[in-house]
T-cell receptor, first 112, second 117 residues
Framework: DAGITQSPRHKVTETGTPVTLRCHQTENHRYMYWYRQDPGHGLRLIHY???????DKGEVSDGYSVSRSKTEDFLLTLESATSSQTSVYFC???????????FGDGTRLSIL | AQKVTQAQTEISVVEKEDVTLDCVYE???????LFWYKQPPSGELVFLIR??????QNEISGRYSWNFQKSTSSFNFTITASQVVDSAVYFCALSEALGNYGQNFVFGPGTRLSVLP
């Protein structure tokens, strides 16, 4: 299995609080991704990274920011969480564009 | 723009039946890559197979087989003699090569397969 760890695995928090999700890889892969998965919407890309300090927006980036200061870590931050951000969040890594993405186990985030 | 369509939202079969999951894609690129993923009820996303656009050979892995046809822009997935453990949501995905800084990776909406005992 690809060495990807997401933390925390579960989190419950209140509206308006900041939340940071962490994705850690041991594969030294160049590309990293954050997705959210909601019923009826499949997997939607939030942000992605193509190198250290190189990040860009996906299709549902509003309300989210990311940082990648080291190859192995990709952080997703919800500056002020809203109930609409309740979701399952997946991190993925990828070695090259002709290679598949490999996913972490997901983080279930509930915002009350 | 690239796009992946999985027209079958949900499929139910009885154990030991064969089942085919359809995937149709759109791309303007001549070099691209196709993938299938499985998401069982436990929630993890598992990579199953990758195919390059220049390799149209079908592939078989145990009870799983994949039929890639560029002429119809399809990359269909067949499970032979289905088992209850095959119950999952299956996603088809496409990655283009041209101008790709990692962002060109599109998932289809998924097909939920239920295999009944």
């Amino acid at each position: 299995d690809a060495g990807i760890t997401q933390s925390p695995r579960h989190k419950v928090t209140e509206t308006g609080t900041p939340v940071t999700l962490r994705c850690h890889q041991t594969e030294n892969h160049r590309y990293m991704y954050w997705y959210r998965q909601d019923p009826g919407h499949g997997l939607r890309l939030i942000h992605y990274s193509y190198g250290v300090k190189d990040t860009d927006k996906g299709e549902v980036s509003d309300g989210y920011s990311v940082s990648r200061s080291k190859t192995e870590d990709f952080l997703l931050t919800l500056e002020s969480a809203t109930s609409s951000q309740t979701s399952v969040y997946f991190c993925a890594i990828r070695a090259a564009i002709n290679q598949p993405q490999h996913f972490g186990d997901g983080t279930r985030l509930s915002i009350l | 723009a690239q796009k992946v369509t999985q027209a079958q939202t949900e499929i139910s079969v009885v154990e030991k039946e064969d089942v085919t999951l359809d995937c149709v894609y759109e791309t303007r690129d001549t070099t691209y890559y196709l993938f299938w993923y499985k998401q069982p009820p436990s929630g993890e996303l598992v990579f199953l197979i990758r195919r390059n656009s220049f390799d149209e050979q079908n592939e078989i892995s145990g009870r799983y087989s994949w039929n890639f046809q560029k002429s119809t822009s399809s990359f269909n997935f067949t499970i032979t003699a289905s088992q209850v453990v095959d119950s999952a949501v299956y996603f088809c995905a496409l990655s283009e090569a041209l101008g790709n800084y990692g962002q060109n990776f599109v998932f289809g909406p998924g097909t939920r397969l239920s295999v009944l005992p």
